[in-house]
């Protein structure tokens, strides 16, 4: 099979292009005709392909001309394999002579001529994304959120006081905690300042914390106060309901007792007189079962990657599939020749280069997020820099490297595009009401004009609504009329067909409004009352939702506009409301894990090479980093191994930490036979080393080695 390729070069895709191409006027048959002409009489006999005509039956179609490459279909010469074939149909009597004249020839050469002017193989990979059709994917059956159904949900957040609801004391307190942290001079703080990025996971324990006070012990808001972090029988009380009831590891309990500590310092350091605070007692508590859960963390993360290797390990080889199935979903029509919107499109985009960047340059997910132009990467003439201070990244260490010498180029191609091209179209979205109603695609609306005229139809439907169920609740059930009231209410049920003259909806007769009535009445003790008070919430909903759009374009305007210089933004759930803020770290971690999911179940169906027999994919960000830290042990350069850490922030210790717990079958191959004795001496046992070490060094690494000998030994 050949491999899943970086620019669409199979035939499925170019078929598909063929198929819903605008520029070509072609027969009614030519559709048909060039199937039938493929399935019966060319693909079974192309070269180095061994299809059967079963195979090539209904859906699978389309499958087997995803294994096909361009090339190699050309190459076959297909109008000699459809004419010889057909002759030899002919001869047998199962078709007419004229048939592949006038039936089959004419759709290939009209499919030929085709891919000769398109230059479907030109070089991709130095250039920015052109495709035209995205591939069609099942959207209710390959999704994450439906593949988790009936799993349970450990990180619950619902707990967690929102900002807006903390007490004015509980604010006042944070302030000060802030000022004490943060503060380049603090008298009586014995530590260093703390980053921004630190105090922020703060404030959320501290929402977390008085959260779970407030809905499972009934505190009220008058009783909260942060140093309830200090009563250490509530906290151990938290602690142990957080890792045994909602399943979290002893890592999520560390960031409580560290918040729980500066809390501490922050109260106590003017009565502290020894280093380190420890004259105060309840500082060395605190700082004890620290420790006890930093222990057990390290015991839980060996197993729990563990766990997780058989549900998110993959191939870096799998990796780029991925990489490159995510690149075509960012096409501007869909399987179907549909065009997409503009926020479907860019979210499309923002899954792939996600995905892409953690592919190739494993960096932790909330250096992706902070990526901003002109303070921690840089468009210079060589390329993208990324420069990040020690406040930018978990091991404060400064970190200078060169994006575009790690990223593949048609890679940073599309970051470019995506900078150059889709940034000032978000921009230009936020900016007046008809832009964004354009951008987001609303079918029954597209300008502000349409938008007012909308709303007034819902209003007036909702008085003639109100109207109906008035009369309705003044007379018995005995004497009511059901399919005189579905007359009255279809204009209502028909308002959403009135404006689409692109795609109409079917219409809403008498007839099936009056079923539904009665349908909806079957159930329990439904009435036509309920029913009606029904469609009148659900008119009520959508005026909501109308209006919503009149005040959410200016939030989203105002959020991008602070955070214009992200690389990356939030682009919000269907109401918008983060459009144009950072992501934060759930985000990444929902859309990547997502983006995985559904790009390897689609590639799994597609029967792609890489992923026969697998199980859909749950890689989170993170977990790219492990992967990319196998796939350098394994197949990489020693010598540029500490240049690979280096970007990545972390140690080469930490790095083999890693790898001997993802494979730790690796740290026991060389003791095979352990027991033999090695009699071979000198010149003898050196050549038989290098004889079998050389099968296991790649191209690369034997040139390497060739050049040491000739330089050692001067040939």
């Known amino acids: 099979m050949a491999d899943f390729p970086t620019n669409p070069q199979n035939l499925s895709y170019v078929f598909t292009c063929f198929q819903h191409s605008e520029e070509l006027v072609l027969p009614s048959k030519t559709i048909p005709n060039l199937k039938t002409a493929l399935r019966q009489y060319i693909l079974p006999h192309l070269p180095f392909y061994s299809f059967t005509k079963t195979e090539l039956k209904g859906k699978n179609f389309l499958n087997c001309l995803e294994e096909i490459s361009i090339d190699d279909f050309l190459a076959s010469n297909p109008m000699t394999i459809l004419k010889t074939k057909c002759a030899e149909a002919v001869t047998n009597g199962t078709i007419g002579k004229d048939v592949c004249r006038t039936t089959y020839v004419p759709p290939l050469n009209h499919f030929l001529r085709f891919l000769e002017e398109e230059k479907w193989n030109k070089e991709e990979e130095t250039t920015a994304f052109e495709g035209k059709y995205a591939p069609k994917r099942e959207y209710n059956k390959d999704s994450l959120h439906h593949a988790n159904r009936g799993r349970r949900v450990y990180h619950d957040k619902k707990y967690a006081l929102n900002q807006k609801d903390l007490p004015n004391k509980i604010k006042t307190q944070i302030q000060d905690l802030k000022t004490f942290c943060t503060g380049q001079y603090v008298p009586h703080r014995q530590d260093k300042k703390m980053r921004q990025v630190t105090f922020k996971n703060h404030v959320w324990h501290i929402q977390s914390y008085l959260g779970w006070l407030v809905k499972y012990r009934d505190y009220s808001p008058e009783e909260l106060d942060i140093n309830l972090f200090l009563d250490l029988n509530l906290l151990n009380e938290f602690i142990g309901w957080g890792i045994n009831d909602k399943g979290n590891t002893s890592a999520w309990a560390n960031?409580?007792?560290?918040?729980?500590?500066?809390?501490?310092?922050?109260?106590?350091?003017?009565?502290?007189?020894?280093?380190?605070?420890?004259?105060?007692?309840?500082?060395?508590?605190?700082?004890?079962?620290?420790?006890?859960?930093?222990?057990?963390?390290?015991?839980?993360?060996?197993?729990?990657?563990?766990?997780?290797?058989?549900?998110?390990?993959?191939?870096?080889?799998?990796?780029?599939?991925?990489?490159?199935?995510?690149?075509?979903?960012?096409?501007?029509?869909?399987?179907?020749?549909?065009?997409?919107?503009?926020?479907?499109?860019?979210?499309?985009?923002?899954?792939?280069?996600?995905?892409?960047?953690?592919?190739?340059?494993?960096?932790?997910?909330?250096?992706?997020?902070?990526?901003?132009?002109?303070?921690?990467?840089?468009?210079?003439?060589?390329?993208?820099?990324?420069?990040?201070?020690?406040?930018?990244?978990?091991?404060?260490?400064?970190?200078?490297?060169?994006?575009?010498?790690?990223?593949?180029?048609?890679?940073?191609?599309?970051?470019?595009?995506?900078?150059?091209?889709?940034?000032?179209?978000?921009?230009?979205?936020?900016?007046?009401?008809?832009?964004?109603?354009?951008?987001?695609?609303?079918?029954?609306?597209?300008?502000?004009?349409?938008?007012?005229?909308?709303?007034?139809?819902?209003?007036?439907?909702?008085?003639?609504?109100?109207?109906?169920?008035?009369?309705?609740?003044?007379?018995?059930?005995?004497?009511?009329?059901?399919?005189?009231?579905?007359?009255?209410?279809?204009?209502?049920?028909?308002?959403?067909?009135?404006?689409?003259?692109?795609?109409?909806?079917?219409?809403?007769?008498?007839?099936?409004?009056?079923?539904?009535?009665?349908?909806?009445?079957?159930?329990?003790?439904?009435?036509?009352?309920?029913?009606?008070?029904?469609?009148?919430?659900?008119?009520?909903?959508?005026?909501?939702?109308?209006?919503?759009?009149?005040?959410?374009?200016?939030?989203?305007?105002?959020?991008?506009?602070?955070?214009?210089?992200?690389?990356?933004?939030?682009?919000?759930?269907?109401?918008?409301?983060?459009?144009?803020?950072?992501?934060?770290?759930?985000?990444?971690?929902?859309?990547?894990?997502?983006?995985?999911?559904?790009?390897?179940?689609?590639?799994?169906?597609?029967?792609?090479?890489?992923?026969?027999?697998?199980?859909?994919?749950?890689?989170?960000?993170?977990?790219?980093?492990?992967?990319?830290?196998?796939?350098?042990?394994?197949?990489?350069?020693?010598?540029?191994?500490?240049?690979?850490?280096?970007?990545?922030?972390?140690?080469?210790?930490?790095?083999?930490?890693?790898?001997?717990?993802?494979?730790?079958?690796?740290?026991?191959?060389?003791?095979?036979?352990?027991?033999?004795t090695d009699n071979s001496m000198g010149k003898q046992r050196a050549f038989i080393k290098i004889k079998t070490l050389l099968p296991k060094l790649s191209h690369d690494e034997i040139l390497q080695l060739k050049r040491i000998i000739e330089e050692k030994f001067s040939l």
């Not at 005229?453 to 003044?474: R, T």
């Not at 209410?489 to 067909?497: A, G, T």
């Open 255 to 676: 960031g409580f007792c560290e918040c729980a500590l500066n809390i501490a310092k922050w109260k106590y350091a003017p009565d502290s007189k020894q280093p380190m605070y420890r004259d105060i007692p309840i500082i060395g508590e605190l700082r004890m079962i620290n420790n006890t859960l930093r222990h057990q963390y390290e015991e839980e993360k060996k197993a729990n990657l563990k766990q997780k290797k058989e549900e998110k390990e993959m191939t870096f080889e799998q990796c780029q599939a991925l990489v490159k199935y995510l690149r075509q979903c960012c096409a501007e029509r869909n399987s179907y020749g549909s065009k997409r919107t503009d926020i479907t499109i860019v979210r499309s985009y923002l899954r792939y280069l996600l995905v892409a960047i953690f592919t190739y340059c494993p960096i932790r997910q909330r250096e992706v997020r902070e990526l901003e132009l002109g303070r921690t990467i840089y468009r210079m003439e060589q390329g993208y820099r990324i420069i990040l201070e020690p406040d930018d990244n978990k091991t404060k260490d400064k970190r200078d490297f060169m994006l575009s010498k790690i990223l593949p180029p048609y890679v940073l191609a599309d970051l470019t595009n995506w900078l150059d091209v889709w940034h000032p179209k978000i921009v230009e979205a936020t900016e007046s009401l008809d832009n964004w109603l354009a951008f987001i695609g609303r079918r029954d609306y597209t300008t502000e004009v349409d938008l007012k005229e909308y709303l007034a139809q819902l209003q007036e439907n909702k008085s003639v609504m109100e109207g109906v169920l008035a009369k309705v609740s003044s007379q018995t059930q005995s004497v009511l009329n059901v399919e005189q009231i579905a007359s009255e209410i279809v204009d209502y049920i028909s308002l959403k067909n009135k404006s689409k003259t692109k795609r109409p909806r079917k219409a809403i007769t008498v007839e099936k409004v009056t079923s539904e009535i009665l349908a909806y009445t079957a159930k329990g003790n439904k009435s036509i009352v309920d029913y009606l008070g029904k469609k009148i919430n659900e008119i009520d909903n959508t005026i909501n939702s109308v209006t919503l759009n009149l005040t959410t374009y200016k939030k989203a305007h105002e959020q991008l506009q602070s955070n214009s210089k992200l690389v990356f933004i939030s682009f919000g759930n269907n109401t918008y409301n983060t459009f144009g803020c950072q992501l934060e770290a759930e985000d990444v971690f929902s859309i990547v894990s997502r983006a995985v999911y559904t790009a390897s179940v689609a590639l799994i169906e597609t029967n792609h090479p890489l992923f026969k027999g697998t199980d859909p994919r749950r890689t989170n960000p993170h977990f790219f980093r492990n992967i990319g830290i196998t796939h350098e042990r394994r197949h990489g350069d020693p010598a540029k191994r500490k240049a690979f850490h280096k970007v990545i922030g972390n140690s080469e210790e930490v790095g083999d930490k890693v790898y001997n717990i993802m494979e730790p079958g690796e740290k026991t191959v060389d003791a095979k036979y352990w027991w033999k």
